[in-house]
């Protein structure tokens, strides 16, 4: 069974003067349903390199939640998880294992690799349909409408050198791109938060996570 890391949110507990890691529990359903082994990532542990290396993890994925603090005024900022996040990306990069972004996780990918995200309106809670390129890789499914859950976006002319766009919504924001040059594929929707996924959409995370072999 191959072991998929995946990175929290960080959340300060009121009244208890912790802050806290947390997970969608829909994440561990999903990851074992497509096979894999789901182990939630702490943002805290001081030497990334030997923490992942002593998982020694299959593959990794960058979960939603909180806004980059770097961006000019973020709310529910976590610089702990960006350090954590920025050094996690860099291990599997070097490694050559997979890495898939999704919602928070596409954006921290395009700004650790040059692009710019802008702030946007209509996209918290609702639903909308994606334009696709032409052409996509085999693996990626294709859906029709997505949901949406974030207030940063990545502009048509912000996605980061070197990653190839395959989706945008209709206001030209990018919702989907991957990098042909590594293992690395990038989602702005919650797959997780879906209530029933298709079959294209397990092959596609499945695929994208090393737990087949169609990438």
């Known amino acids: 069974m191959k072991r998929i890391g995946l990175t929290q949110r960080s959340h300060a507990v009121q009244g208890y003067a912790e802050r806290r890691d947390m997970l969608d529990q829909r994440w561990a359903a999903l990851i074992?349903?497509?096979?894999?082994?789901?182990?939630?990532?702490?943002?805290?542990?001081?030497?990334?390199?030997?923490?992942?290396d002593a998982l020694n993890l299959d593959a990794l994925i960058l979960t939603g939640g909180n806004d980059l603090s770097m961006l000019p005024d973020a709310a529910d900022v976590a610089?702990?998880?960006?350090?954590?996040?920025?050094?996690?990306?860099?291990?599997?990069?070097?490694?050559?294992?997979?890495?898939?972004?999704?919602?928070?996780?596409?954006?921290?990918?395009?700004?650790?690799a040059g692009g710019r995200l802008v702030r946007v309106s209509g996209h918290v809670g609702t639903r909308h349909d994606l334009v696709w390129a032409d052409a996509s890789p085999a693996y990626w499914e294709r859906p029709a409408e997505v949901n949406s859950?974030?207030?940063?976006?990545?502009?048509?002319?912000?996605?980061?050198?070197?990653?190839?766009?395959?989706?945008?919504a209709r206001d030209g924001t990018v919702e989907a791109f991957r990098a042909p040059q590594a293992r690395i594929d990038a989602i702005v929707w919650h797959p997780e938060r879906e209530t029933e996924l298709g079959p294209a959409t397990l092959v596609f995370l499945s695929a994208a996570l090393g737990l087949t072999s169609s990438r």
């Open 32 to 52: 074992e349903r497509l096979g894999g082994c789901p182990l939630p990532l702490s943002n805290s542990v001081g030497d990334v390199d030997a923490y992942l």
């Open 79 to 112: 610089p702990e998880r960006d350090r954590f996040e920025a050094e996690a990306y860099r291990h599997f990069l070097q490694r050559g294992k997979p890495v898939l972004g999704v919602c928070r996780g596409a954006q921290m990918i395009n700004h650790l």
């Open 149 to 168: 859950y974030h207030g940063w976006a990545i502009p048509a002319d912000g996605l980061a050198s070197g990653m190839e766009a395959l989706a945008w």
